[in-house]
């Protein structure tokens, strides 16, 4: 149950792109993995309150705007990844 729990997500679109930016959101605190969604970025981790404020930080350092923002809980395909092992 705390396994499937420390599998949240917060989903994210920006005014702009660029290519970099997979990698900056990497550094992310608590994120252990990026996906991208479209026009959307999905970071996972176990703490979504400290990956929100450090978007913030992010986009007044990078001149963006966010468009969107949503905390999401784990999907069935998420918890089969962390449980098989297809997350580190």
């Known amino acids: 149950k705390r396994q499937i729990q420390s599998i949240q997500s917060v989903v994210v679109s920006f005014n702009n792109f660029s290519k970099t930016m997979r990698e900056d959101l990497k550094k992310a605190p608590t994120v252990y993995e990026v996906r991208r969604e ?51």
């Open 38 to 88: 479209g026009d959307k970025f999905r970071l996972y981790t176990p703490d979504p309150h400290t990956v929100i404020e450090w978007l913030c930080s992010y986009v007044k350092r990078k001149g963006l705007k966010i468009i969107s923002l949503n905390t999401v809980g784990p999907s069935l395909e998420d918890v089969y990844l962390k449980l098989t092992g297809g997350w580190a």
